[in-house]
């Protein structure tokens, strides 16, 4: 009991350790109480960040700030009009019609696996097939009056997806233009002597702007190669699946299994238990053992340096925590930990050394 009283009389006798403390503490606890109010803002960093890259090197070639701001900004603005109105509705449309095939799909799976018991009555009795048949139904009937209750409340929602569309490149803009200044005005409710909270800060900011950047290029890479595949391959529907895919690997390892059912059900519905369902399958798994193996390391280097299981963790913990925002930063919040650990044991000795900015933040 003296030890751990006394490791704990050390470590909190150093002031800047408890200023560290208190400023996470205020963070996590500001994203648990407001974290669904919040969403507009943490949208808008992760784009600020994903902007900022580009900012930096349009001002290493000369360009000043101003200039360099706008002409991303307007760059942004005409991509994501391209995709809203020129992408979305093609997305929209494949999903259509994959919901009108469904009740001939289950019409297709019920015959299925009803021949399960015929065939194989050593592992499947016909009650137990009943019984699957009726669960998978009233799964379905819970899904459709949950998209029900979304469309009677399409007026709330559209007016939400209005207010993000007017208010989530506003601040964008003021981030990435006044990023400077909203960092300093911060600065200016810390204690001076905040040497350990800074050196956490620059790791925690240059982690957070790789793996941005990183992520953003992962999902189009990806989902160009899965568009590609399954045009090849005739799969239906392969638009709709390749952004699927891309989406994926926002989650690590859980992203690429889960989609993996979709893929599987479309190509076993096109094509039966053939040669073209076993390579569509396939195509995927190597798409998702690529991306894991050769082009997320390419494209993060060291800059996410987790074992996977940390990675595992970090996303199941922080997603059940905050939800789809704590999926999405569940790594970089894991090398915040990581970050704090780091400098921790350093705490009584002396300062560490400010961390270097990340390429293209000089």
């Known amino acids: ?11 909190f006798s150093n002031p800047q350790l408890v200023v560290l403390i208190l400023i996470l503490a205020a963070v996590v606890l500001t994203l648990y109480l407001a974290g669904d109010s919040l969403a507009p803002v943490l949208a808008a960093t992760v784009i600020a960040y994903l902007l900022q890259g580009l900012v930096n ?3 290493n070639i000369g360009l000043p700030h101003l200039v360099a701001v706008h002409l991303v900004f307007v760059t942004f603005v005409a991509t994501v009009s391209l995709a809203v109105f020129g992408l979305m509705p093609l997305l929209v449309g494949q999903l259509t019609q994959l919901v009108q095939q469904i009740p001939s799909m289950m019409s ?3 015959d299925l696996l009803l021949r399960l018991p015929n065939e194989y009555p050593t592992f499947f009795t016909e009650q ?3 019984d699957f048949i009726a ?3 009233n799964e379905i009937l819970g899904v459709g009056q949950t998209l029900l209750s979304y469309s009677v ?3 709330v929602t559209l007016v939400t997806v209005v207010v993000y569309f007017i208010l989530v490149p506003l601040m964008v803009y003021f981030m990435v233009k006044d990023k400077q200044r909203i960092v300093d005005w911060f600065s200016g409710f810390l204690p001076e002597d905040r040497h350990l909270s800074s050196t956490v800060w620059h790791e925690v900011d240059v982690q957070i702007a790789n793996y941005v950047r990183g992520k953003f290029w992962e999902i189009i890479i990806v989902a160009s190669f899965a568009y590609a595949t399954f045009s090849l391959l005739d799969l239906q529907y392969a638009l709709l699946l390749a952004a699927l895919t891309g989406v994926s690997v926002l989650i690590p390892y859980i992203g690429a299994a889960l989609v993996t059912v979709p893929v599987a059900l479309v190509a076993l519905f096109q094509w039966g238990l053939t040669p073209d369902f076993y390579w569509a399958v396939a195509a995927y798994l190597i798409i998702q053992a690529l991306d894991g193996n050769l082009l997320a390391p390419l494209l993060f280097s060291e800059a996410v340096d987790l074992h996977p299981v940390a990675i595992i963790v970090a ?3 922080f997603g059940g925590l905050w939800g789809f925002w704590g999926v999405f930063f569940a790594i970089p919040l894991a090398t915040v930990i990581q970050a704090i650990l780091r400098v921790w044991p350093r705490a009584g000795g002396p300062e560490p050394e400010p961390l270097a900015a990340a390429d293209g933040d000089q």
């Open 1 to 11: 009991m003296n030890i751990i009283t006394d490791w704990l009389r050390r470590q």
């Open 57 to 59: 090197r349009l001002e």
């Open 108 to 110: 297709r799976a019920r």
């Open 128 to 130: 137990q097939i009943s």
């Open 135 to 137: 669960a998978i139904r």
């Open 153 to 155: 409340s399409s007026l």
């Open 315 to 317: 996303i199941l913990f």
